[in-house]
């Protein structure tokens, strides 16, 4: 694939132009991080912007897996997170276990997510392997096959201070320093992470309204979702 069949400008490719460009490992260096590109869930308007770039494995369940795909380097090569949050609040489980594997949000709310995209942005998502603890009181860390899904604490801050160690590394946009506030129909909100809370099995960590974060229980139904996916 010829780079010069790709604007420069990360916004004014088709998602179709991106997704040869991912599976070509052919994205033009000018699709930096914190690069942006609008698009619409259901009928409403969001953004995406690339938080990293080559990050995300992915995993063995995706066709793309063990082939030419990005180079033969079983990478995703872009990281897309969603700068606001969706328009509509959810819990992240029935009831206050804060299983990320085996919890609503994972299983039925994010899944039903997936027809609301572009289709050619919908058809092109990659499988990656997320790692993330069992649940709050035991470390082992599971590798879950997901399409769309939140991030975890240490791939936002860094570290891992309110959850168990292992869950994915700080993408670069974060590393840049970029906010990690984020407005819900237009007004700041606080959003989910994957992450169990460790010590316990209520809760999840969350972003709270001003950047920081805090927790929230898995039943708590005015969560934000900040989207991700690889491509």
């Known amino acids: ?17 991106i997704a ?7 994205v033009p260096s000018e699709w930096a991080v914190g690069a942006e590109k609008p698009f619409a869930m259901a009928g409403i308007p ?18 793309k897996y063990n082939t030419a795909y990005n180079g033969g380097t079983n990478k995703a090569a872009l990281t897309l997170m969603m700068k606001e949050c969706y ?6 489980h029935s009831s206050n276990v804060n299983n990320w594997r085996d919890c609503e949000m994972r299983l039925t709310t994010l899944p039903a997510r997936l027809p609301e995209l572009p289709e050619l ?25 997901d399409k769309l899904w939140l991030l ?20 670069a946009h974060y590393t840049a320093g970029n906010s990690k506030i984020k407005n819900r ?7 989910w992470f994957r992450s169990p809370r460790s010590g316990g099995v209520t809760y999840f960590p969350i972003v709270d309204s001003n950047g920081a974060i805090s927790y ?16």
Not at 48 to 59: A, Q
Not at 127 to 145: C, F, H, N, P, Y
């Open 152 to 171: 975890s604490e240490v791939e936002v801050f860094g570290t891992n201070a309110n959850s168990q160690p292992g869950e994915g590394s700080q993408y």
């Open 121 to 145: 942005l919908r058809n092109n998502i990659r499988t990656v392997g997320k790692l993330t603890a069992e649940r709050g009181d035991i470390s082992t860390i599971l590798t879950t096959a």
């Open 216 to 231: 929230g229980n898995a039943s708590n139904t005015g969560g934000g979702l900040a989207i991700c996916c690889c491509m």
């Open 20 to 26: 040869a460009a991912c599976a070509a490992g052919a």
């Open 185 to 191: 129909n237009g007004a700041p909100a606080w959003w």
């Open 87 to 92: 328009a509509t609040t959810y819990r992240m």
């Open 46 to 63: 969001y953004t995406s912007v690339i938080i990293g770039k080559n990050h995300d494995n992915l995993h063995a369940d995706d066709p």
């Open 1 to 17: 694939v010829n780079v010069m069949e790709f604007d420069p400008v990360f916004e004014n490719n088709s998602w179709a132009q």
